[in-house]
Structure formats: structure tokens, C-alpha cells
């Protein structure tokens, strides 16, 4: 749908909004309704600011006494927000101002799902705001924990799976600082494969590939003394998240997860049982994966993820040419590295 077309239809909404013969919440009702037509599968930014501007002028229609309706509206409002592109915090920031003024109402009037999903979205927002360094973190943890009240392993299985992800990223974010910083990364390991024991590859692939990936980062980057058999653990894990993340069906994500496995074998010697023995095959290994990550990055316009993976394959070709002679013996090198992260 061309930018003229979603003016056209925003104009069509805003002139059935007008028909008398519909009562002010029905008018509102409606206008919140083709909102969330036009934000379910937005094509590009226009379609979300057209659904904004649909739900403001619902929220005006709508009269003092719909309080659960003008809660709604205002939810969906949030999300809209919520998922327009920015340089900086504001639309956050207006977001995060319009689930916590929803919420009493929600709580009041509305079903534990759609209260669950607020506080869920809510997280996000203030997840997001605390890297920013304008929100606590420790309060997005707290609305993921509301929402989990409701949105259980049995009934809701992809929305726990997904606030299981959302709580584990949550903790990791917290800088590793002070002496709970090792519980930290244990619960952020226990929440991923708590998610993982609700989904599956066949039914809930995208939620799947997500929580194996994170689990293989937070595998890969724990402050332990069982380096080796993290890093074998975080292996199985990408390589299960890139049963779901093909290169043809889902480039970038397949890019992240390849350039995440790089990182991996860059520090896993070849024969754990040996590993004086070097890592020759797994830097090997991790130079072709970075390789094909930077192609795909430079092919999605992801140039800063581009020159990053960039540098990684100078360094590993750098040590590579370092290596005594496949039969000269000596150790290869295997000090640990760590590229940045996808």
C-alpha cells in the first residue's frame, strides 16, 4: 500500500468516525479497530504514525464513562508508539506514559490477558529506557514478573517463552559488577531454558531459534570456571537456532547466530580432552562463518555490524598466519577472544 493509499484510508476512517448514526464509542470503537488493521503488518513508518493518529482521535471521540474502551485504545496506542524508529527516547518515553496510564483502568475493568500484555509491553519499553540509562531495569524485570501471573507455561506458551527470554536479556543487562553478578547470569541461563521447555521447533520455530540463540550468548559469555563446556553447550544451541535461521528464509538472523558461533570457536580448542593442542580447525572454522556473516550484513546495509565482523576475520587471519606448521608442534594459541557480539 502506497503512502497516498494509507492517507486515503485514514481519511475514509476519520470520515466514518463522523457518522452520526453511530454512538461516540462505536465511532471510537471503529477508529481503534482499522488502527490496528493498518499497524498488524506495517509496510514502513507511515503506517504506524497513520495508526497513531487514528487512536488519538478514538481517545477523543470516546466518552468519559467507556473507561475499559479508552484503556484499550490507549494499550494499543503504546504499542504503536512503542514500535516507531527513533534516534532517541522521546516515542519510548510517550509509550511508557501510556501503559502506566492505562494500567489502573486495565487492572479494574479489563481481562487478566490484556493486563498481562500491557505490563508485557510495558517491560519492553522501560527495558529499552534503561539502556538509555532513563528507566531502572529492575522495574522492567518487576512488570515481566506481573505478567508472567497470568501468562503461564500451559495456556499461554509463546507469550511465557518470550518473557522467559525478556527476563533472562533483563538480567544480563544489569552490569556484572558486584558479587551477585554470577547469580545474575545463572538465572538469565535458567530463565532461557525455561522458555525452552514450552516451545518447540515444529510449532513455535521463531520463539524457538530466539531462545536458543540468547542461551547460547549467555552460555558463551558466563563468568565460569567450565569454559570449555559452555562453549560446547553454546554450540548446540546455535546450531539449534539455525535449524529455524536459514540464510534464504531469514538472512539476518541467520548472520547473528553464524557470527555468534564464530565467536564461540574462536575460543574452543579442536580436542577439549586436548586442548594444549590448539583450536588450528576452530579458527578456521570461525573465519569462514565471520566471512559469511559480513557478506550478509554488507548485502542488508548492516555496515556497522559489517565492520566489526570485518575486523574479527583480520585478527583470526592474523593469527592464523601466526601458527607453527601443522607438524611443527607448539601451541597455536588459544587465548580468549571475544568479536562483537550478534
Known amino acids: 500500500m502506497a503512502l497516498d493509499r494509507v492517507e486515503d484510508e485514514v481519511r475514509a476512517a476519520l470520515e466514518a468516525a463522523d457518522d452520526q448514526d453511530a454512538s461516540p464509542a462505536e465511532r471510537a470503537e471503529m477508529l481503534m479497530e482499522i488502527g490496528m488493521g493498518l499497524q498488524r503488518k506495517p509496510k514502513a513508518v507511515h503506517y504506524l504514525e497513520a495508526a497513531i493518529e487514528l487512536y488519538d482521535r478514538a481517545l477523543a471521540l470516546c466518552p468519559a464513562a467507556f473507561r475499559l474502551l479508552a484503556a484499550r485504545i490507549g494499550a494499543r496506542r503504546g504499542t504503536a508508539l512503542q514500535a516507531l524508529p527513533e534516534a532517541g527516547t522521546d516515542f519510548l518515553v510517550a509509550a511508557r506514559a501510556a501503559f502506566e496510564q492505562v494500567l489502573p483502568d486495565l487492572r479494574e475493568l479489563g481481562t487478566a490477558e490484556e493486563l498481562a500484555e500491557a505490563e508485557m509491553n510495558l517491560g519492553v519499553v522501560l527495558q529499552n529506557l534503561a539502556g538509555a540509562n532513563k528507566a531502572r531495569i529492575t522495574d522492567a524485570i518487576a512488570a515481566y514478573q506481573r505478567a508472567l501471573r497470568t501468562f503461564e507455561r500451559h495456556r499461554f506458551p509463546q507469550e511465557f517463552a518470550i518473557l522467559q527470554n525478556n527476563l533472562a536479556t533483563a538480567f544480563l543487562s544489569i552490569p556484572m559488577t558486584d558479587e551477585r553478578a554470577k547469580m545474575r547470569e545463572a538465572l538469565a541461563v535458567q530463565a532461557f531454558e525455561e522458555g525452552l521447555k514450552v516451545v518447540n521447533v515444529v510449532d513455535h520455530p521463531v520463539e524457538y531459534a530466539m531462545l536458543q540463540n540468547n542461551l547460547g550468548n549467555a552460555l558463551q559469555y558466563a563468568s565460569s570456571s567450565h569454559a570449555v563446556e559452555n562453549n560446547l553447550r553454546a554450540l548446540d544451541a546455535y546450531d539449534e537456532a539455525l535449524k529455524v535461521r536459514s540464510r534464504d528464509d531469514m ?39 565471520y566471512i559469511e556473516a559480513r557478506a550478509i550484513f554488507m548485502a542488508q546495509g548492516e555496515l556497522d555490524k559489517a565492520r566489526m565482523v570485518a575486523e574479527a576475520v583480520d585478527q583470526i587471519g592474523r593469527e592464523i598466519l601466526a601458527l607453527p606448521p601443522v607438524n611443527g608442534g607448539g601451541s597455536n594459541g588459544s587465548g580468549v577472544h571475544s568479536a562483537p557480539g550478534a
Do not use: F, H, V
Open 251 to 289: 538472512p539476518g538472523e541467520y548472520a547473528n547466530t553464524i557470527a555468534n558461533k564464530a565467536n564461540c570457536l574462536w575460543n574452543l580448542p579442536d580436542d577439549p580432552a586436548r586442548p594444549e593442542a590448539g583450536n588450528r580447525g576452530n579458527l578456521m572454522a570461525a573465519q569462514a562463518c
